[in-house]
């Protein structure tokens, strides 16, 4: 097993993870700590080290709340469960799982990025151990970033120190580390040139962000967006809608009043954990960046537009989360919500949503759309009008989940089984959820070696197909207590509203 490997910055030891056929490596420098002078900059070569780098445990968090705080949380109780985790400026480190016994086995990778709204979130969250993946002969890599006004901050002195690189620090590290794994992946006995990335939530959104960023040729060849699409068929905006440069430079001078500076010299020699208690206080969103470097707006809408690497595709979500609905409290706000959003076509659009005992509730029920499905239907279509060939495949989970908070397939809940690591939820998931998680790994580990979800189950047995996505033939797989496919058509609802989409543009 390869225990011992050779990077471009010294010598990293491993060790054996619950299988003792994969090996973990965790807490690798792909880059310089971010502290100092290199605070609010891209991220800067990491230096040699002399000796063997033991890379036996997670290193520091990226600068955020402390996770699990709040006991409500759902995510507390799903895997923000110490609070005493060890959380640092100094956080551009990355994870490796390799089932590798020799350096030159050009196996596939897979780089992941991980969720929270590019506030919070990190590589050492339980889900994402890497070692189910890596079974099925993949090289995984979990790559830390910065995060939250460390990580997207913006401000006039940044721009003009350096101008090819003003904002977006968080989504330059995940890129940095896609240049390191391009650099070093080979020595774990993976293939730079077939590796897929991947992310959750704000972390799709990244990986959206990613593919369409002109400054990523060739850096990878195939992308999972797992619940990161973000056009939404009402007014709201969810990631993706990138903010200008000068929008938030604006924000970014604001700040620095706050934290009692008036120079970006002074703001860097501030102490890391003041910074972020006054950007807690300071109450906004640090985001995407539309900086005309490396973004050059929103990454939906760009890629409809074919702006983007040329690359296949997974889009899914689960099937409650995030639901879209008008913002308005009475039928008579509703009203007056169609008449000036629709014109003319409003009283179709308040016909679809009739109710016969004229009840609000039910109006609005017939009103909500998923926003991904709406955002997926709405590529589906652009990319037919461009002629883009590349294949799409779409995915819906609502498997039962249990536990005594009757949660239903909530937001990220479908990590535990992409990743295949149910064994160390609290929840009390039985033989159909195990079934359920090994195919859904399955579909994952065969798209991300060739590009084709299809395959073998373990026991030798076909899985269900899987086929591509298109507007034409809008196919899906869903994985709810089992596997089944349907090519569903959008609802009436749907169907107006992508077609209001049209007619906007």
Not at 152 to 174: S, V, Y
Not at 202 to 228: C, H
Not at 272 to 289: L, M, P, Q, S
């Amino acid at each position: 097993m390869l225990r011992t490997v050779t990077t471009e910055n010294g010598i990293v030891e491993g060790l054996p993870a619950a299988d003792p056929r994969i090996t973990s490596f965790k807490g690798i420098p792909f880059a310089a700590p971010p502290v100092g002078d290199l605070r609010w900059r891209a991220p800067q070569p990491a230096k040699n080290w002399g000796n063997v780098l033991h890379a036996y445990k997670f290193k520091p968090i990226s600068m955020q709340h402390v996770p699990g705080e709040d006991p409500e949380n759902i995510y507390t109780r799903e895997w923000n469960v110490d609070t005493s985790i060890e959380m640092s400026e100094d956080c551009l480190y990355l994870n490796v799982w390799t089932p590798a016994k020799h350096s030159d086995e050009k196996l596939p990778v897979f780089v992941w990025f991980f969720g929270g709204g590019l506030q919070e979130g990190n590589t050492a969250e339980m889900e994402f151990d890497g070692e189910r993946i890596a079974r099925r002969g993949i090289v995984v890599v979990t790559v830390n970033y910065r995060l939250n006004v460390f990580g997207f901050l913006a401000h006039p002195e940044i721009t003009a120190e350096n101008p090819e690189a003003p904002a977006n620090f968080g989504h330059l590290d995940q890129q940095y580390g896609l240049k390191w794994v391009k650099r070093n992946i080979a020595a774990f006995g993976g293939d730079p040139g077939n590796v897929t990335i991947g992310g959750q939530s704000a972390g799709g959104g990244s990986v959206m962000t990613q593919v369409t960023s002109p400054q990523n040729g060739g850096l990878f060849k195939r992308a999972i967006v797992d619940s990161g699409l973000s056009l939404t068929a009402y007014p709201g905006g969810m990631f993706g809608s990138s903010r200008t440069l000068e929008d938030v430079e604006k924000e970014g001078e604001e700040f620095f009043r706050q934290l009692g500076v008036s120079s970006l010299a002074e703001a860097r020699k501030l102490d890391a954990f003041y910074i972020r208690d006054k950007a807690v206080e300071f109450k906004r969103w640090w985001g995407t960046v539309a900086d005309g470097k490396f973004c050059l707006g929103n990454s939906n809408k760009l890629f409809m537009e074919n702006k983007c690497q040329p690359v296949s595709m997974m889009f899914g979500h689960t099937l409650t989360e995030f639901p879209n609905r008008p913002p308005v409290r009475s039928i008579e706000e509703l009203k007056a919500f169609a008449a000036s959003t629709y014109g003319d076509d409003a009283d179709e659009f308040l016909a679809l949503c009739k109710s016969s005992i004229g009840s609000f509730t039910e109006m609005m029920y017939k009103a909500t759309v998923s926003h991904i499905e709406y955002s997926i239907r709405l590529i589906g279509r652009a990319k037919a009008e461009t002629g883009d060939k590349m294949p799409l495949y779409y995915w819906v989970f609502d498997p039962e989940i249990p536990g005594w908070d009757n949660p239903g397939s909530f937001h990220s809940s479908d990590l535990w089984f992409f990743f295949e690591t149910l064994a160390k939820c609290w929840r009390p998931f039985v033989g159909k959820h195990y079934d359920l998680a090994r195919k859904m790994c399955n579909y994952w580990a065969n798209f991300i070696r060739s590009g084709d979800p299809n395959g073998l189950d373990a026991d030798g047995s076909e899985m269900p197909l899987w086929k591509p996505f298109a507007d034409a033939e809008p196919n899906r797989i869903l994985f709810c207590d089992t596997v089944t496919t349907d090519c569903k058509e959008p609802s009436e609802i749907m169907r107006f509203l992508l077609r209001q989409y049209r007619k906007s543009q």
